[in-house]
């Protein structure tokens, strides 16, 4: 039997044997750390009097209109909800929360929670109209009103609590904490990159921070890449130094140069000095470009081969560096001195034989935009060719990164109207 | 933007004291913004209006009034400011989540009436200005909702923010049309240090109208609104404090100079008005046809300005508090209710203004009586907030910003009390 928290509150907590009055429950406690957590205790207020703690194990039974408890929890003692409980008016209750699964910020307005034998269980939280008139008090005449005159029935929104991610609630200023959930509850990772970076622009500044530091370097580093430069730049600055290495490490190199760049020169450089030789100075190297030209937009992240492969080491090669690449649908093949000298697709190296080399294989005459030219060019290059990625060298032919599509995207996008 | 920097730049070495200052002026422009912005909205066509009437009806007696009105803005409008630089969440925000569901709607709905009473205000300000100028009401007041419309739904918040601080220079005009008057100082200056009571009810009923329209509900949640959306740091808070004490003096040195223009001329020549239009068109036959230009040009101005405020503060504040989508940069099915109350708001005050004879003065003191009746409630939520340590930790209000505090949001509520309750005497 599903029953809201809204009801709950509006029932009386009575002494089963005397009946006497000992409240209104002002707070439902529950075990976060469940898939659907249940309900562990309430907090039980009489007046003016300090709220106590009704642990579940004392209550009786929930009635229509009250709820039958057994002993004195009303007397001062130790009993206190455990640590790390999800509160729900401290954290969910008149909170936002993200929707992961429509992957928007919402706020919300009630608890649904399911009655079983013995327990009490969250199941979803409510964030539509009848969930906030419910609170008023005015649904029942809304919903006649609804009815009488459109004809219109209030349609519930739940969300499901496993597709709930709530946002803490503020600790000391500005140090919010967020609530330990179930391991097997991450409803972050079903929001796509974009959305994960919609969502936490739509987040106050300190809440994002929270739930930014929370996240995986991994899934930062991807949800950053999608994010206006401004907002990237707050939330780098304000985080410790040692995580915002870790995050800008997992970065594509030209998203992480373009970062670098925008970040206060002595942060930027004890990033760089954080990170793997090898990651940093691809990244100081990037920064060495002006911002609107091709080496400015490039990354280094792609696959590079030498002419004596064969088919099957290249794809043993593709194997280990895929992971990495940006693009894996051109391979690009330099000579001893990184010259760029052909461009194989993923489609020529599938179809041929294993025992073929690279240097029979490859088409030699690759379009390719150098470091200095301006963005444009490289964008016109797109529109012509229709390329998914293109390889920039610098004025004696060395392949220096690539541009993929959405490199170029990001900087005309702007100039689209919206 | 610039070239990008090389890294491993040589490192400044010694910042010295100058570049400090440089630094600090930088990072004052950066945040500057919000508080003047407020408090130059302030000045609306209900406030000018206000002062216009103040000035005819009572010369300079209520001159003196302006200064503790300053005071009581700059500590009002400090404590919001810290609440959303601190707190990062809008007014309404922390009003859901500390106080509850119920409190919240039921101020939302006051919000609702005394905004939209000022909208229509507003527009009626824009269509008297261009009046003024010759230019019919069925013109000017579509095309300034429109203007208004299309400048929030498809520009930026930081295009809008230029714009509306290049509108704030505009407010010189009143300024302006106060020197031409060429007042006698010496006597102004003494009207302005030495408080004047009379204890009688139009004349505090014209104090508490003065007072209400400089501080009025919608500021305190657009001006913290504001400040979170700009992001200002905790770092930065002081200089943030600057902008709302510039804003706060600058607001009250135009209504100054409204009050001495009319006091000079209309009280000194005894000429009752109604509106601000009145003010403008008596003030030609006395202080020129140029002062009277420079009037309307200013209602004009400030009309416009509040009126693109206001409806979107009003959506802003509505939608945060029940959990609705918000934002100009979604598109409309994605904030429906943040978008349609916007909308609502301009459209049907335009409709009201462009009603035949619309009763303006009547909506006004309604939207007055509204005013005072949600600003008590507002105040007395902020004064609580902003002594909750667990938000605001060691920015909570001392003791003596409290006493200050404290002080001020009771008289206030007072006046408030007093406005409502004085058609009963």
């Not at chain 1, 990244?283 to 088919?311: C, P, Q, S, W």
């Not at chain 2, 109350?341 to 009547?362: A, E, H, N, Q, R």
């Amino acid at each position: 039997m599903f029953v809201y928290l809204t009801e709950l509150f509006a029932k009386n907590v009575r002494g089963a044997d005397d009946r006497r009055l000992l409240g209104r429950p002002v707070d439902l406690i529950a075990n976060a750390e469940e898939l659907y957590p249940a309900v562990v205790g309430f907090m039980v207020r009489h007046g003016r009097r300090p709220p106590f703690y009704l642990p579940w194990s004392q209550i009786v039974s929930i009635e229509n209109s009250e709820i039958l408890v057994r002993g004195r929890p009303e007397t001062p003692g130790d009993a206190a909800p455990p640590e790390g409980s999800l509160h729900a008016r401290r954290h969910v209750l008149d909170r936002q929360i993200i929707d992961t699964f429509g992957a928007r910020v919402v706020r919300v307005n009630d608890l649904h929670l399911l009655r079983m034998e013995e327990s009490l269980r969250l199941i979803h939280v409510d964030v539509g109209a009848s969930g906030l008139f419910r609170r008023l008090g005015w649904l029942p005449a809304v919903n006649a009103l609804m009815r009488g005159l459109f004809d219109y029935q209030l349609r519930e929104h739940l969300i499901a609590w496993k597709f709930v991610q709530p946002l803490g609630h503020f600790g000391r200023a500005g140090q919010r904490q967020v609530l330990r959930l179930s391991d097997s509850h991450k409803p972050l990772d079903q929001l796509h990159p974009a959305e994960l970076a919609e969502v936490l622009e739509d987040l106050d500044i300190h809440k994002r921070q929270a739930l930014f530091g929370s996240l995986t370097p991994e899934v930062a580093a991807d949800a950053l890449e999608q994010m206006d430069t401004e907002d990237q730049v707050d939330l780098i600055e304000g985080m410790g130094e040692e995580h915002a290495t870790r995050v800008v490490g997992e970065m594509a190199t030209d998203d992480a140069a373009d970062l670098l760049s925008e970040l206060e020169e002595e942060k930027a450089e004890n990033i760089l000095d954080g990170m793997e030789t090898e990651r940093s100075e691809e990244v100081r190297e990037l920064l060495t470009h002006e911002e609107d030209t091709a080496g400015g937009i490039m990354t280094t992240d792609f696959v590079a081969l030498k002419t004596n492969y064969t088919v099957d080491q290249t794809i043993a090669v593709l194997r280990q560096e895929a992971r990495e690449a940006e693009n894996v649908y051109y391979l690009y093949v330099l000579d001893e001195l990184e010259h760029l000298v052909g461009v194989v697709t993923l489609r020529s190296l599938i179809v041929a034989s294993p025992e073929r080399r690279l240097a029979d294989l490859m088409s030699t005459r690759v379009i390719t935009v150098t470091t200095g030219e301006h963005r444009s060019a490289a964008a016109e290059l797109f529109a012509k060719y229709r390329f998914r990625a293109l390889p920039v060298v610098d004025e004696s032919g060395v392949m220096k990164g690539i541009i993929t599509i959405d490199d170029v995207l990001e900087h005309v996008a702007p100039e689209l109207n919206r | 933007m610039s070239a990008r920097a090389v890294l491993p730049r040589p490192p400044a070495a010694t910042r010295s004291w100058l570049s400090a200052r440089w630094r600090g002026l930088l990072i004052f422009f950066s945040v500057v913004g919000p508080g003047i912005i407020t408090a130059n909205v302030d000045n609306d066509a209900g406030g000018i209006t206000t002062y216009s009437l103040a000035g005819a009806h009572y010369g300079q007696a209520l001159l003196w009034s302006l200064i503790p009105i300053t005071l009581a803005l700059i500590l009002i409008q400090e404590m919001t400011s810290r609440l959303g630089v601190v707190s990062g969440q809008g007014l309404s925000d922390l009003i859901r989540e500390r106080f509850g569901v119920k409190i919240t709607f039921y101020l939302m709905i006051g919000l609702i009436i005394t905004n939209f009473g000022n909208a229509v205000a507003e527009f009626a300000g824009i269509a008297s200005a261009m009046e003024i100028f010759g230019v019919s009401k069925y013109l000017s007041v579509p095309v300034g909702g429109f203007l208004v419309w299309w400048m929030v739904v498809k520009g930026s918040y930081r295009s809008v923010e230029k714009i509306f601080l290049v509108a704030c220079v505009v407010y010189i005009s009143y300024i302006v049309a106060g020197i031409k008057i060429a007042p006698h100082w010496p006597s102004l200056l003494s009207a302005t240090l030495r408080p004047h009571l009379e204890l009688k009810t139009d004349f505090l009923v014209m104090l508490t109208g003065v007072i209400g329209t400089t501080i009025a509900p919608w500021m305190q949640f657009y001006q913290q609104a504001a400040i979170v959306e700009k992001g200002v740091r905790i770092e930065e808070y002081r200089y943030a404090r600057w902008d709302t004490i510039i804003g706060s003096v600058m607001v009250n040195v135009v209504a100054f100079f409204i009050i001495v223009t009319c006091a000079e001329t209309l009280f000194k020549s005894g000429i009752r008005i109604e509106t601000a239009k009145d003010a403008a068109l008596a003030l030609a036959p006395l202080a020129g046809k140029y002062n009277a230009y420079l009037f309307a040009f200013g209602l004009l101005n400030a009309s416009l300005f509040a009126a693109s405020i206001l409806p979107l503060s009003t959506a802003y504040s509505v939608c945060e508090g029940m959990g609705w989508e918000i934002g100009v940069n979604k598109k409309f099915t994605e904030a429906p209710q943040f978008y349609g109350l916007y909308t609502l708001i301009i459209f049907i005050s335009m409709g009201i203004v462009l009603l035949p004879d619309f009763p303006l003065i009547k909506i006004m003191y309604l939207s007055q009586v509204v005013n005072g009746l949600v600003l008590p409630f507002i105040l007395v939520f902020m004064l609580v907030l902003v002594n909750d340590r667990e938000l605001m930790g060691e920015h909570a209000n001392g003791r003596w910003a409290n006493v200050a505090g404290v002080a001020c949001v009771s008289i206030l509520v007072l006046l408030s009390l007093v406005l409502v309750a004085s058609p009963f005497f």
